[in-house]
């Protein structure tokens, strides 16, 4: 089993991304092999702008996966380190929380969007795959 944590931009394009991206993103969600991991910091980043939005189908997608996820719920942990490593590696604030997370929920690999160009590379708390690559 694959311990893989997304992105948000990876469970943005499963939901409602362009058909490319959107095929991609639905591949890997639909793989068996895989135990998904997510945090609140995660779910922050994409369920209430759904829920504004009164997007159902996205929404429910959402509740879906975060339903099926293996969560870290230690908020003070991840900050900590995500702290840490933001400061380390020159990472964004929510790449740092996403990562940390990740980091410590023993994740195999961290699925995003950005392209291997951005900061997110930098880090080596976990492997970092691109999507699209």
Known sequence: MIRTFFDS???I????GVPAERTKA???LRDPGRQFLTSPFLHLEVVPKAVFNKNRLEERFYEIY???AE???DSNAIVELAQKECARSGLNAMDGLHVAAAHLLRADE???TEKPTKSIYRSTL???AYLFG
């Open 9 to 11: 931009g990876v469970l």
């Open 126 to 128: 976990v492997k970092i």
């Open 71 to 73: 969560w870290f719920h």
């Open 13 to 16: 394009a499963g939901a409602k």
């Open 26 to 28: 639905l591949a890997m």
């Open 110 to 112: 961290f699925v995003t």
């Open 66 to 68: 975060f339903r099926n």
